[in-house]
């Protein structure tokens, strides 16, 4: 199942978000062929303030479980986090069957 995983920095965490960086791109490898989409939300000055994720995985607990073992979860960064499944009608120009 598809799940988006959208997260919203805490204010002023910058500092926080780039020191765990490489640990949250190391953690993001692990998943990769589970990974369709991610990268870092960005503010009106084009900073980061968040990050999305589309993942595929078994089911939501498995989605929840991903989330709440990102290192940047666990330094405490987020804000927020927003968890939906999501079913894609298309992708990379193309409609898929609906």
């Known amino acids: 199942m598809l799940f988006v995983i959208m997260c919203t920095d805490k204010p002023d965490c910058n500092e926080l978000r780039m020191a765990v960086r490489p640990q949250h791109l190391a953690y993001l490898k692990t998943y990769e062929k589970y990974i369709k989409v991610c990268g870092p939300l960005l503010n ?33 960064l987020f804000e927020s986090v927003i968890i939906r499944p999501m079913k894609m ?5 193309k409609m898929l069957a609906t």
């Open 44 to 76: 009106k000055d084009e900073k980061s303030c968040g990050s999305l994720i589309m993942i595929e995985m078994d089911d939501r607990a498995a989605a929840e479980g991903f989330a709440d073992s990102d290192p940047y979860t666990k330094a405490g």
């Open 89 to 93: 009608i298309a992708s990379d120009g």
